[in-house]
């Protein structure tokens, strides 16, 4: 698809530095606010956030179509649910506005200056609302690794794994974003020693390097969507740390799955990336033998080549990058996992968000979590400040970070981080 917002050639009149996710080639969009300014979406420039709000109240935006108040909300349902076809035409329309030989904008001093906001001015707010979750496990290399600590190196997948996008609905009111402090979780442990369980604070807290793509429109109860159908429904996508307690999950899973390990705080990055800015990206997948089944097939490049990092900050001191990842390696891609999800009848909704689950990749520096960093606790992960690290602690804050290249074009994610504070 050619998509003319993409084009590696273009430049901005808005200075960007060479190293920002967000050049005129990205545009995303997010929910932010000041001290001036209520809750309205943006799109991020450099180190701007250009204000959707202002450019649609003074006529930026005519000729659109777009409802009136569609940017002055405090999340992008409305804006993501008007469909593909008309959010890609308003990218188009800012990138067309950005343009260095583009005037309408740029020679309008005090217009510029009341659209264009730095972006340490502002406070980024959870982008959507998320009627629900579904958290996925499609990383070949991340399921071996569990399986093979938990089972047996020679069966570590399960025998559905390598069938169908493994996956279950988890919890949507404690997705929070970036930079939203929490307390470590509480559960019932049991130690492998002990008869009975107890309860009290997690000792095993870990991290989970994901993506998520989010939905942008229906299908009705009872309609699947088909793998060929599927990037119509998928507006963007953001970084994703699907946090976990690793000791709770272990006494509580069996028979039903993670519970209190799980539905504490997930957090998102607050810019989604449309897949419209991903195109340049795709790349094949891995190769899936055996052959799945029919209504799992597609065609083309699904998979998208993003440079993942994980980062640990002990409190005070300087941080620890510990993973270094890709979405590339994703076994089942979104198209498959959107046509497995729906492929019983279940309806989608405007906003809901799916998690790619843990992303590994095959070396030891890949592992996208300390529970296969650590390897189970048997390793210690050294930090720059001399301390050590086998699970994550109270006052550390981890930090991911996204970004594609290509051509010269470098397409980023920004952040997602938070900090862990003690148990009440």
Same mark, same amino acid.
């Given at each position: 698809?050619?998509?003319?917002?993409?084009?590696?050639?273009?430049?901005?009149?808005?200075?960007?530095?060479?190293?920002?996710?967000?050049?005129?080639?990205? @545009? +995303?969009? $997010?929910? *932010?606010?000041?001290?001036? %300014? #209520?809750?309205?979406? !943006?799109?991020?420039?450099?180190?701007?956030?250009?204000?959707?709000?202002?450019?649609?109240?003074?006529?930026?935006?005519?000729?659109?179509? @777009? +409802?009136? $108040?569609? *940017?002055?909300?405090?999340? %992008? #349902?409305?804006?993501? !649910?008007?469909?593909?076809?008309?959010?890609?035409?308003?990218?188009?329309?800012?990138?067309?506005?950005?343009?260095?030989?583009?005037?309408? @904008?740029?020679?309008?001093?005090?217009?510029?200056?009341?659209?264009?906001?730095?972006?340490?001015?502002?406070?980024?707010?959870?982008?959507?609302?998320?009627?629900?979750?579904?958290?996925?496990?499609?990383?070949?290399?991340?399921?071996?690794?569990?399986?093979?600590?938990?089972?047996?190196?020679?069966?570590?997948?399960?025998?559905?794994?390598?069938?169908?996008?493994?996956?279950?609905?988890?919890?949507?009111?404690?997705?929070?974003?970036?930079?939203?402090?929490?307390?470590?979780?509480?559960?019932?442990?049991?130690?492998?020693?002990?008869?009975?369980?107890?309860?009290?604070?997690?000792?095993?807290?870990?991290?989970?390097?994901?993506?998520?793509?989010?939905?942008?429109?229906?299908?009705?109860?009872?309609?699947?969507?088909?793998?060929?159908?599927?990037?119509?429904?998928?507006?963007?996508?953001?970084?994703?740390?699907?946090?976990?307690?690793?000791?709770?999950?272990?006494?509580?899973?069996?028979?039903?799955?993670?519970?209190?390990?799980?539905?504490?705080?997930?957090?998102?990055?607050?810019?989604?990336?449309?897949?419209?800015?991903?195109?340049?990206?795709?790349?094949?997948?891995?190769?899936?033998?055996?052959?799945?089944?029919?209504?799992?097939?597609?065609?083309?490049?699904?998979?998208?080549?993003?440079?993942?990092?994980?980062?640990?900050?002990?409190?005070?001191?300087?941080?620890?990058?510990?993973?270094?990842?890709?979405?590339?390696?994703?076994?089942?891609?979104?198209?498959?996992?959107?046509?497995?999800?729906?492929?019983?009848?279940?309806?989608?909704?405007?906003?809901?968000?799916?998690?790619?689950?843990?992303?590994?990749?095959?070396?030891?520096?890949?592992?996208?979590?300390?529970?296969?960093?650590?390897?189970?606790?048997?390793?210690?992960?050294?930090?720059?400040?001399?301390?050590?690290?086998?699970?994550?602690?109270?006052?550390?804050?981890?930090?991911?970070?996204?970004?594609?290249?290509?051509?010269?074009?470098?397409?980023?994610?920004?952040?997602?981080?938070?900090?862990?504070?003690?148990?009440?």
């Amino acid at each position: 698809m050619q998509i003319k917002a993409n084009d590696s050639s273009l430049k901005s009149w808005v200075e960007v530095p060479a190293d920002s996710d967000f050049p005129i080639q990205n @545009l +995303p969009f $997010g929910i *932010f606010k000041t001290e001036y %300014l #209520n809750a309205g979406a !943006g799109v991020a420039i450099g180190d701007y956030v250009l204000d959707l709000t202002y450019l649609y109240e003074n006529g930026f935006l005519d000729g659109l179509g @777009l +409802p009136a $108040g569609v *940017f002055n909300q405090h999340t %992008l #349902n409305g804006f993501i !649910g008007l469909g593909k076809q008309k959010t890609r035409a308003v990218r188009e329309r800012i990138s067309e506005l950005l343009l260095d030989d583009n005037d309408e @904008l740029r020679d309008r001093k005090a217009a510029r200056e009341l659209a264009l906001i730095p972006m340490e001015e502002v406070e980024m707010l959870m982008p959507v609302h998320v009627p629900n979750y579904t958290d996925f496990y499609s990383s070949e290399e991340h399921a071996r690794n569990v399986g093979t600590m938990f089972r047996d190196p020679d069966n570590a997948l399960m025998p559905n794994w390598k069938h169908l996008p493994v996956g279950y609905h988890g919890r949507a009111s404690s997705i929070v974003v970036s930079g939203t402090p929490f307390h470590r979780p509480k559960g019932q442990t049991k130690a492998n020693d002990a008869d009975t369980p107890s309860y009290g604070p997690c000792r095993l807290l870990d991290f989970e390097l994901e993506m998520a793509f989010i939905t942008c429109k229906e299908n009705g109860l009872g309609n699947p969507v088909s793998t060929q159908e599927a990037e119509d429904y998928i507006f963007g996508f953001v970084l994703f740390n699907d946090w976990s307690a690793r000791d709770i999950q272990k006494w509580e899973y069996v028979p039903l799955g993670p519970f209190l390990a799980k539905n504490f705080a997930s957090h998102s990055s607050p810019w989604i990336v449309t897949m419209d800015a991903l195109e340049a990206f795709r790349v094949k997948g891995p190769e899936q033998d055996p052959a799945v089944l029919p209504y799992l097939k597609y065609e083309g490049k699904k998979n998208f080549d993003i440079n993942l990092e994980v980062g640990i900050q002990p409190d005070g001191s300087e941080e620890t990058v510990v993973c270094n990842s890709s979405f590339k390696y994703m076994y089942w891609n979104v198209n498959q996992q959107l046509a497995h999800h729906t492929g019983n009848g279940c309806n989608l909704q405007v906003g809901d968000m799916y998690a790619s689950g843990t992303i590994s990749g095959p070396t030891p520096d890949s592992y996208g979590s300390m529970l296969e960093l650590s390897w189970q606790g048997t390793k210690t992960i050294a930090m720059k400040d001399g301390t050590e690290r086998k699970f994550i602690q109270d006052g550390d804050t981890v930090v991911m970070r996204g970004f594609a290249e290509r051509d010269g074009v470098r397409v980023g994610f920004g952040e997602v981080n938070a900090k862990v504070l003690p148990a009440k």
